[in-house]
């Protein structure tokens, strides 16, 4: 991608349709600051301006990130080179590290896993004999189209519905035994939750959020405190601790949830959709963030996402249609592009085509 053409083409359009780069930067809600910067080439648009850049621009994204006009003949083998480079610079492109270790404990296993919802007219087979573990210590994602089961096998494994058939195990504990007065104690003992929305008690500060979850565990009250500050100051939420969730903006209502669910020690944390409200920086952030809890605090994450580039943040990957495992991907030595690309390729072969915008 070069950086310095898409400025000059981006100057050129603006005079083209006579805007000043204030006026430009008014209507993108922006600093001028910020237009004058991408223009002499000395810095990009986020992902989350490039649609109403080039809506205002009457440009193409893909013309937007080659810098130039494209028409319709070029426009497939442009359109894969501007791909490959926005998610290049999105990943960035360090090298992967992950602890191998000989023996890593199973933390969560799942037997022949079958739901099926049975209504007086129809009957849906939601899951089809789901079985795979979960070792301690990885991030694992479970990827799927809208309506392939990932909602309701995360939220078997959450303990709030049952499978029809199957066995799962957290700790080598049977959950499915569990009477329905237990479960609510083993849920707040040993699973975090990280959902999209609805987080954070609203009428809690991010402080009494996270304290009020490690009262339920019964932590001792003199460890309260210094957890939570050091919780903090790892997540960089410590300037907001004593603000409340509708004080704090979506990226950081989200890593205050990672904090609330990292605090108790839980066995395992379930996100469905973490970064489906969140725009490109704060995903990018709190993907970051589930990386360094796995490596850091060695928790064990399950990530529902139909997002291959949140995905690709992941050390394995499993992938759900129909309500069965079509295909699992586990991250070698590789870098997130390359690893994204893998699982583009098997997005595709299990789909037949997969297209993806930015
Ligand atoms: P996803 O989260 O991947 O979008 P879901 O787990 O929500 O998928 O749904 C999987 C399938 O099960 C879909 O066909 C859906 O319509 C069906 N389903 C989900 N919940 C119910 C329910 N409560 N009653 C009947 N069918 C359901
Ligand atoms: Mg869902």
């Not at 013309?63 to 480079?85: A, H, M, R």
């Not at 000989?102 to 849906?124: D, F, G, N, Q």
């Not at 904090?259 to 379930?270: E, G, K, S, V």
């Not at 970051?288 to 943040?313: G, N, P, Q, W």
Request: with cysteine.
């Amino acid at each position: 991608m070069d950086q310095k053409k898409i400025g000059s083409f981006i100057a050129a359009r603006r005079k083209d349709i006579c805007l000043t780069q204030s006026q430009l930067a008014e209507k993108l809600g922006i600093t001028d600051k910020a237009v004058s910067k991408w223009e002499n080439g000395k810095s990009m648009p986020d992902l989350s301006l490039f649609r109403p850049l080039c809506g205002l621009l009457q440009i193409t994204l893909n013309e937007l990130l080659s810098g130039e006009f494209i028409s319709d003949e070029n426009l497939k083998e442009k359109s894969d080179q501007v791909l490959f480079d926005v998610v290049t610079n999105w990943l960035g492109t360090d090298q992967w590290e992950r602890k191998t270790q000989a023996s890593v404990p199973v933390v969560l296993k799942l037997k022949h896993i079958c739901r099926r919802y049975e209504t007086e007219s129809t009957s849906t087979t939601a899951l089809k004999d789901v079985s795979f573990t979960v070792a301690k210590g990885n991030f694992v994602g479970i990827m799927g189209a809208s309506g392939s089961g990932k909602t309701t096998l995360l939220n078997i494994i959450a303990t709030m519905d049952k499978a029809t058939n199957g066995q799962i195990e957290l700790n080598g504990q049977n959950v499915g035994a569990l009477s329905e007065n237990d479960l609510a104690r083993f849920r707040r003992e040993h699973l975090g939750f990280i959902f999209q929305e609805y987080n954070l008690l609203d009428t809690l500060t991010v402080y009494e959020n996270i304290a009020l979850a490690l009262t339920l565990k019964q932590l001792p009250k003199e460890n309260i405190n210094p957890t939570i500050l050091d919780l903090a100051a790892q997540l960089e939420i410590s300037e907001i601790l004593h603000k409340f969730p509708y004080e704090i903006s979506g990226g950081q209502r989200q890593r205050c949830a990672c904090a609330r669910a990292i605090a108790t020690n839980p066995d395992l944390i379930l996100a469905d959709e973490p970064t489906g409200a969140l725009d490109s920086v704060s995903a990018k952030q709190l993907l970051e963030t589930f990386v360094m809890l796995c490596r850091k605090y060695d928790a064990t994450i399950l990530m529902v996402t139909h997002d291959a580039l949140s995905a690709s943040y992941c050390d394995s990957i499993l992938f759900l249609q129909d309500g069965e495992i079509k295909a699992s991907l586990v991250r070698e030595q590789e870098n997130k592009h390359a690893f994204f690309s893998k699982i583009l390729e098997t997005m595709g072969k299990i789909a037949g085509g997969v297209t993806y915008v930015p």
